[in-house]
């Protein structure tokens, strides 16, 4: 349990990394808690396939479960572990820091928020794009579009590798940015970091394909619970945003309502509906992935097309609407400090 003075200090850590991480971003190399939680999930996964999947067939009927509701139970037990592990080390790590100073246990959730957000990072990645773009170098930027993107980059023209790029940071502003900083004003670093693994595991295992349709499927569930709510709650920041960035904030608030479920995920449109109403602009359709054509609703009204600006415009409107999610992710912490 966090005591108040514990309180006080996740709220003052959230608003440090979040200083830190505008003004730093992301550097290779540093170690990064991802990269620890990407170990572990490669790790027991294959501990889970070899030990318990890989002899599957040696158990015969001694097993009551089919292959299908085997990899659901690895699924189960590889999200279940990674979930729970991640904040229980990060409450751990703060304890012990603690007991030598609380100086030390600040600086050290300070820089584990830090790394838990990614607003510069991906403002850093998308401008690559979009500087590639305005020197007209499109294979540049093609290149630029696919370290960020899941889609294939290599046929996009200039418009649609520019709308990848926007799509990309309106998307993630949601669960890079404001889903971390609302987890942070609920648990502070460890409440944050239960729901960067959660994440991370949806982006390593769930996926709807023959390794990972069953064994994935509940880090694909716990993800889309963990950020219904942050997903709605990004979307409505975003209209705001919208109107003190100095855009349409009216059109953002309407197209949020009319498309913010235009999408496969329940979770992944509500962001780009507030941002593509915000530009002017029509954001998502079908696109290649792995050479295969993938159908996907369009969001947003066509009055223009979509430019190099564009990029910049919306990470402007990520920023303004980072720091919203900021003051809520802040006022949350002093809410539950009263509470004590």
Known sequence: MYNGSMLKRSVIATGIGFAL???LGDPSGWPHPVRLIG??????EGILRTHVLGELENAGSAWPFDREKTERLCGYILTADVTLLAPIATWALLRVCNRFSPWLALGVESVLCYQLLAARSLRDESMKVHDKLVAGDLPGARKACGMIVGRDTE?????EVAKAAVETVAENTSDGVIAPLLFMGLGGAPGA???KAANTLDSMIGYKNERYLNMGRAAAKLDDVLNFVPARVSGALMCAAAGIAGFDAKRAWATFKRDRLNHTSPNSAHTEAACAGALGVQLGGGHLYFGEYV????????TRAVEPAD???ANKLMYVTAVLGLGVATLIGLMRRKRT
Do not use: C, H, N, S
Request: charged content about 45%; overall charge negative.
């Open 21 to 23: 991480d505008a003004v």
């Open 155 to 159: 046929v996009l023209d200039e418009e």
């Open 311 to 313: 990029i910049e415009r």
């Open 39 to 44: 170990k572990q999930i490669d790790f027991e």
């Open 295 to 302: 159908e996907k609703p369009t969001i947003g009204d066509a």
């Open 193 to 195: 970091m239960m729901y």
